[in-house]
């Protein structure tokens, strides 16, 4: 379904834990950020694709490579495609790949197209690199700790912020990657906010926010969560970690072992402890 949209930004929004997929059309270009998920939705945000292009090109930006975020790669054939650089170097595509194959299978979905890991043509590498199509500007910041090859774009003048799996209005933070990286990319989103006008900010999951205020609330509240966590597991304090995975929404086993990895992830950052962690 869409969620939002104005004159050049279009948001759909899957069933499945309210993932995003990002359309914006410019003068210069077709953007698809993330297609997702079901073989429907994609199809939806496809067909809305095939009607505004006209005779722009188009673009697949991929916020990281969670299977979720790529599982909607090959719907776009001849579309060129913008990732980190550790997106390029992914060290666990098979894995993915697997992750997309098991998910079909097990609710009995025929894959509607090749299941594929992005090959990327425009490699991001490191923070305020840009790419200008025309009038369109986009500029990146590598966007590390929920996963490690995450990515910040701003699309300019749109005022446009795509923060891939980062700033929800109801998801924590899930760390896969790193709980210090994650600590640093919410300072960068401070400066995301100080250095760009940003008037529209969509999360990889939750609701699409115009309000700066509301943004600034998202990062505060991260930051705040992922403080008392880091505390809680420093001091030893397991209460207060329970109390903790109880504030994450929709409690779930998957809620579950992502708090469990939040918890593994700081004990072997800040304490040195080698623990398990997950990924989608």
Not at 21 to 45: A, G, M
Not at 103 to 114: A, D, G, Q, T, V
Not at 226 to 234: E, G, H, P, Q, W
Not at 238 to 259: A, D, G, I, W
Request: glycine share 6%.
């Amino acid at each position: 379904m869409i969620q939002f949209q104005n004159e050049s930004i279009t948001v759909f929004q899957s069933a499945l834990f309210q993932t995003t997929c990002t359309v914006v059309v410019t003068r210069d270009l077709v953007l698809v950020v993330d297609p997702n998920w079901l073989p429907h939705e994609i199809e939806e945000i496809r067909q809305y694709v095939s009607q505004v292009r006209e005779d722009r090109e188009v673009y697949l930006l991929f916020t990281h490579g969670d299977f979720d975020h790529i599982i909607g790669y090959h719907a776009f054939p001849g579309a060129r495609v913008i990732g980190s650089i550790g997106l390029e170097e992914h060290p666990e595509k098979m894995k993915k790949l697997g992750l997309i194959q098991q998910f079909y299978n097990e609710y009995y979905i025929e894959p509607p197209y090749e299941i594929g890991f992005p090959e990327v043509d425009f490699v991001i590498s490191q923070d305020g690199q840009q790419l200008v199509f025309g009038e369109t500007k986009l500029t990146f910041y590598l966007a590390q700790g929920h996963t490690h090859d995450g990515l910040f774009t701003l699309v300019e003048p749109l005022g446009l912020w795509i923060a891939g799996d980062y700033l929800s209005d109801f998801e924590l933070p899930f760390i896969y990657h790193s709980a210090k990286a994650y600590e640093e990319t919410l300072w960068k989103a401070e400066q995301v906010l100080v250095n760009h006008q940003v008037s529209v900010m969509v999360p990889g999951h939750g609701q699409t926010t115009t309000n700066r205020d509301e943004i600034q609330r998202r990062i505060q509240q991260s930051q705040d969560y992922l403080s008392r966590l880091i505390a809680a597991v420093v001091e030893e304090e397991v209460e207060t970690q329970c109390l903790l995975e109880k504030e994450m929404p929709f409690s779930s086993n998957f809620t579950k072992q992502c708090h469990e990895d939040n918890v593994a992830i700081i004990r072997r950052e800040y304490v040195g402890d080698e623990g398990q962690s997950g990924g989608a």
